[in-house]
């Protein structure tokens, strides 16, 4: 009997040392498309894969603890361990990140992979939000952006002039629909639908999932194909968690991170189309392709200034070296 009481206790103690070794990290992001939404499951199967259970995730989907701005700073103080947000929101947290709101940057998706997938162009990217309490551990397709408005659909530059548009609040996206002629209006996505409806916006500029998960396609009926930009979204940790786990569970969560990215952009394509056929029957949306020469001459001013940021130029000339490679 004894015996039998000490097996017991040295059980009910290793379980509940195993139980205070394991940690569990919380992870919150807003509105997304469905392959990113799996993707980032899977980065917390794999990561629980990788560690036997002993660092799990939780997940706090859907903006339940704030938009994209507030979990950046929710992560950067250490109350939240992770988040996943835009690139673009991201240039205002780190200079550097702005250059991926250049627009016309990248010849196409596979250019856009080669760059991401590239750890010379990334890594230091990735590092340089260290010193205000984070970092980028990997990056999610989020699609070429193009226009979609509520009136007319936009076939050329002047089809812009004075039209109100939703950017994201980055400099650099609010810079080239002011070089487009149209009126950029920062805002939350949270915000967007109403004010597309009460005609506060003319419209908004996203992928195509906008139209259907954001159900913007209530509301803005012409989306066109300008693809002026390619933003990626950037997987981000707490510097306080990151540095607190050894040295091998940091190992498992880059190596989740970037697993999870391959089986994203394996979902992506497919999912881009179901939502564009959905868009256009259930939604009633009509998708137009204008000629983006156009809109590339009338940006080209930008590239101009962006000689005058050496850390970005450097970035933009890594970029387009590796194009057509």
Do not use: C
């Amino acid at each position: 009997m004894f015996k039998s009481i000490l097996v017991l206790s040295a059980t009910a103690l290793l379980a509940t040392t195993a139980l205070a070794e394991a940690r569990t990290l919380r992870f919150a992001y807003a509105s997304n498309a469905t392959p990113t939404k799996q993707a980032m499951a899977e980065f917390g199967e794999l990561l629980s894969e990788k560690t036997d259970g002993e660092l799990t995730v939780q997940f706090f989907p859907d903006s339940q603890l704030g938009g994209e701005r507030e979990l950046v700073e929710m992560v950067q103080s250490g109350m939240l361990d992770m988040t996943k947000v835009s690139g673009g929101l991201m240039e205002s947290f780190s200079p550097i990140y702005g250059v991926f709101s250049m627009p016309y940057l990248f010849d196409d998706q596979d250019h856009f992979y080669k760059v991401m997938d590239d750890p010379e162009i990334m890594e230091p990217i990735y590092q340089s939000t260290a010193d205000t309490g984070m970092i980028g551990l990997t990056y999610y397709d989020s699609g070429a952006r193009s226009f979609y408005t509520s009136e007319k659909p936009v076939e050329s530059v002047a089809d812009l002039e004075g039209l109100k548009i939703r950017v994201m609040q980055s400099p650099t996206s609010i810079a080239m629909v002011e070089m487009l002629g149209g009126s950029p209006i920062a805002m939350g996505q949270s915000e967007v639908y109403t004010s597309i409806q009460q005609g506060v916006l003319d419209g908004a500029e996203n992928n195509e999932f906008a139209l259907t998960i954001a159900r913007h396609g209530e509301v803005a009926k012409y989306y066109s194909y300008d693809m002026h930009t390619r933003i990626p979204d950037i997987m981000l940790i707490s510097k306080t968690t990151f540095d607190s786990l050894s040295e091998g569970e940091q190992k498992a969560v880059l190596e989740a991170a970037r697993e999870s990215t391959a089986f994203q952009k394996t979902a992506w394509g497919d999912a881009i189309a179901a939502t564009k056929k959905e868009a256009e029957e259930n939604f009633d949306v009509q998708f137009f392709y204008p000629d983006v020469s156009e809109f590339q001459s009338a940006v080209q001013p930008m590239y101009d200034e962006l000689k005058s940021e050496p850390e970005k130029y450097e970035v933009y000339e890594q970029i387009r070296a590796v194009a057509g490679d």
